[in-house]
């Protein structure tokens, strides 16, 4: 992925949801409101750049370096609103 807003969309959305359950692609693609083969073809990219991890059952999770910027997406994101 090369946008990075997109990047951070992404990893604040798995962030937002993995507080309150297991998150999967369809879950991220009904948040941002986008199509399941997008969400499929974006986590691949971010897999790839070590952002998250998927399991056998498909849950995304996010690494050390994904949380990292979800966090702080989050946080900018809480202080302006």
Do not use: F
């Amino acid at each position: 992925m090369k946008k990075k807003k997109s990047v951070e969309d992404y990893l604040k959305t798995v962030y937002i949801l993995s507080k309150n359950k297991d998150v999967h692609g369809a879950d991220i693609a009904r948040a941002i409101g986008v199509s399941r083969p997008t969400v499929c073809v974006s986590l691949k990219a971010l897999e790839e750049e070590g952002y998250i991890l998927m399991d056998d059952a498909r849950e995304v999770h996010l690494t050390e370096k994904g949380l990292q910027i979800a966090e702080e997406t989050y946080e900018r994101h809480n202080t302006l609103c």
